[in-house]
T-cell receptor, first 114, second 117 residues
C-alpha cells in the first residue's frame, strides 16, 4: 500500500520566482492538506483540499495557492517567492474531510529560496 | 486561539529507560482529537499515537502510552524501554472536528528526544 508521496524532494529557487510542489495521497484517501514547516518549528497549516475545492485555509497570503485533481492528487503553488518561504513543505492525506480519520504525512519537499 | 505548548525543547534518555514528554493545549472546542507525531532526521512525520478527547481511557501503542488529563488540557507521552530508533523530534498536535468535518492539525514546537546507548 503506497503511502503519501511528494515531489520533488529538494528544490532551489531565487526570490521572485514561482514554484509548484506535488503530492499524491495515500491509496483510498480523498482529502489533502498542506503544511509549511520552518526550521526548528512545528508545521503550520496552509490549506486543505477535498472534492477539488479548497475547504479550509490557514493564515497564508494569496501567493500560496493550490489545486486538487480528479485523482485526488494535489499541487501547491507559491508565487513571488520570498526568502522566508524557505521551509519543508509537508503534504498530508486522510480518508475524508467528513471523517475523523488521522492525517498521514509524506516525506516533504525542502524548498530553499536564495 | 487554539494553541499547543511543548515546554521541553530537548530531552535525553538512556537506552531501555522510560521518558515522558509533556504537552498542554488550549481550545474551547469539546470535540477534538490529540496526536503525537515523530519526525526522525529523515523528516518523515510518523504518527505515534492518537487519543479521542471523548474517551477517558488513555491510548497505548506498544511501548508508547499517553496520560490524557482533559480538565487540565494536558496530553503527555510516555515512552517505555527507549530504543535508539526513538531518537527524533516529537510533535504534539490536536485537531478539532465540527460541523461534520475535520479541522486542521495544530502543532506544538516539538521536543527533540535523544536516546543514548
Amino acid at each position: 500500500d503506497a503511502g503519501v508521496t511528494q515531489s520533488p524532494t529538494h528544490l532551489i529557487k531565487t526570490r521572485g520566482q514561482q514554484v509548484t510542489l506535488r503530492c499524491s495521497p495515500k491509496s483510498g484517501h480523498d482529502t489533502v492538506s498542506w503544511y509549511q514547516q520552518a526550521l526548528g518549528q512545528g508545521p503550520q497549516f496552509i490549506f486543505q483540499y477535498y472534492e477539488e475545492e479548497e475547504r479550509q485555509r490557514g493564515n497564508f497570503p494569496d501567493r500560496f495557492s493550490g489545486h486538487q485533481f480528479p485523482n485526488y492528487s494535489s499541487e501547491l503553488n507559491v508565487n513571488a517567492l520570498l526568502l522566508g518561504d524557505s521551509a519543508l513543505y509537508l503534504c498530508a492525506s486522510s480518508l475524508s474531510v467528513l471523517s475523523t480519520d488521522t492525517q498521514y504525512f509524506g516525506p516533504g519537499t525542502r524548498l530553499t529560496v536564495l | 486561539a487554539q494553541t499547543v505548548t511543548q515546554s521541553q525543547p530537548e530531552m535525553s534518555v538512556q537506552e531501555a529507560e522510560t521518558v515522558t514528554l509533556s504537552c498542554t493545549y488550549d481550545t474551547s472546542e469539546n470535540n477534538y482529537y490529540l496526536f503525537w507525531y515523530k519526525q526522525p532526521p529523515s523528516r518523515q512525520m510518523i504518527l505515534v499515537i492518537r487519543q479521542e478527547a471523548y474517551k477517558q481511557q488513555n491510548a497505548t501503542e506498544n511501548r508508547f502510552s499517553v496520560n490524557f488529563q482533559k480538565a487540565a488540557k494536558s496530553f503527555s507521552l510516555k515512552i517505555s524501554d527507549s530504543q535508539l530508533g526513538d531518537t527524533a523530534m516529537y510533535f504534539c498536535a490536536f485537531m478539532t472536528y465540527y460541523g461534520g468535518s475535520q479541522g486542521n492539525l495544530i502543532f506544538g514546537k516539538g521536543t527533540k528526544l535523544s536516546v543514548k546507548p
